[in-house]
Nanobody, 118 residues
């Protein structure tokens, strides 16, 4: 299994930006489709963005399209989530996971808190 560690969360005002990182260890990282998820208080964990091993044709939840960008750097074994024009409703704990779709063999990071103030 791949091990995942997220970083980059924090407190930001509405309209601001943050970049989350997910550092992966394990030889199979470059072959995995990776995903970012988020879980707001009282809500289920939801998919935010997915990027295949090639980096081409990432997909996004409708709620973040045009504001968030997922990318990956194979040399650094890292997946990023650039979040712009943040809104209070983006407040959540953000997790990365691999492989996606998630299943019994998938790994999750510990999560990083993102808080957007109005």
């Amino acid at each position: 299994q791949v091990q995942l560690v997220e970083s980059g969360g924090g407190l930001v005002q509405a309209g601001g930006s943050l970049r989350l990182s997910c550092a992966a260890s394990g030889r199979t990282f470059s072959s995995y489709t990776m995903g970012w998820f988020r879980q707001a208080p009282g809500k289920q964990r939801a998919l935010v963005a997915v990027i295949p091993w090639s980096g081409s044709n990432p997909s996004y939840a409708d709620s973040v399209k045009g504001r968030f960008t997922i990318s990956r750097d194979h040399a650094k074994n890292t997946v990023y989530l650039q979040m712009n024009s943040l809104k209070p409703e983006d407040t959540a704990v953000y997790y990365c996971a691999a492989p996606v779709p998630v299943g019994p063999g998938s790994s999750w990071g510990q999560g990083t808190q993102v808080t957007v103030s109005s």
